[in-house]
């Protein structure tokens, strides 16, 4: 009995007006919310910038399979709060999940390139309110999700990654708008 083939994710292209981007600084063992995880066949996401929107590709492998060839909604909203929590980076504010929600409105095949995008819909001084869609390769949007997120503090994100970046680092958070008031 032959291994059936498992389909290897396509090489991102970046869409016209797609732009790179990256943290000021490296999350856990050095993954970055937008990174490739191309490295295995379960899950590669690419995330861009274009303007203030977060956007990029997410492509679901074996290992995030829900339903029959389709992909797991927890492995959707992963993504998906990657996203959103990236869309509030990229507009220069330190952010954790509060609240998130989704609206699964078609499923989503394994092994097709989805494009993704997250962005600010409002901002208070403790937290920022984003929305996000994943789209199939036809452009109808699969699956659509909003977030409330908490606004850091400038000694929690110090205290949190001391031990991953000096002071190089720290000027790279010069432009980072911070929590006011009582916050986390």
């Given amino acids: 009995m032959s291994t059936p083939l498992v389909p290897k994710p396509p090489v991102v292209t970046p869409e016209i007006g797609w732009e790179p981007l990256e943290l000021p600084f490296n ?14 066949n379960r899950l590669r996401l690419a995330f861009f ?6 956007v990029g590709k997410a492509w679901f492998g074996e290992g995030t399979d829900g339903p029959p060839n389709k992909a797991h909604g927890g492995a959707i909203a992963y993504v998906l709060d990657e996203v959103m929590g990236g869309a509030g ?5 330190p952010v954790v999940a509060v609240n998130l929600n989704f609206t699964y409105l078609k499923m989503t095949p394994l092994f097709a390139d989805m494009t993704v995008e997250g962005w600010i819909t409002k901002t208070t001084d403790k937290r920022v ?8 390769p036809s452009g109808d949007v699969a699956v659509s999700g909003t977030g409330e997120f908490a606004i850091l503090k400038k000694e929690t994100i110090e205290t949190l990654y001391s031990d991953r970046f000096g002071a190089k680092d720290l000027e790279k958070l010069k432009h980072i708008k911070w929590a006011k008031g009582h916050a986390r």
């Fill in 27 to 40: 999350i856990g063992s050095g993954r970055t919310v937008y990174a490739s995880m191309a490295g295995d």
């Fill in 129 to 136: 309110f984003v929305a996000s869609e994943m789209k199939l």
């Fill in 49 to 54: 910038k274009k303007g203030d929107r977060l």
């Fill in 89 to 93: 980076w990229l507009n220069d504010y």
